[in-house]
């Protein structure tokens, strides 16, 4: 956001994704949330996508595992997917 020159105040802070999206959709102002967790509700027509030319909102997410802890087979699948996903970067 500084790239464009803007400074965001929150005006509240929820605690969860569903508050966020509950809170927007009555109208109590914008919220910024992941793609993946609102794509039913814009599907939907309960929320909407704005774009800001020039701003890319970006995240690093990281797989966390306990140390010494062998990997289930599941979570092997994930470190897979995540391995071969595009963008990813190590």
């Not at 929320?47 to 599941?74: F, N, Q, Y």
Request: net charge positive.
């Amino acid at each position: 956001m500084h790239s464009l020159n803007l400074s965001v105040t929150p005006i509240v802070q929820l605690g969860s994704t569903t508050a966020i999206k509950a809170a927007v959709a009555s109208g109590v102002g914008a919220g910024v949330l992941s793609r993946l967790t609102v794509e039913s509700d814009v599907d939907e027509g309960r929320l909407v996508v704005v774009s800001i030319d020039g701003l890319s909102l970006e995240r690093s997410i990281r797989l966390v595992w306990l140390k010494g802890t062998p990997l289930t087979p599941a979570a092997k699948r994930l470190v897979r997917l995540v391995e071969n996903s595009p963008g990813t970067r190590r």
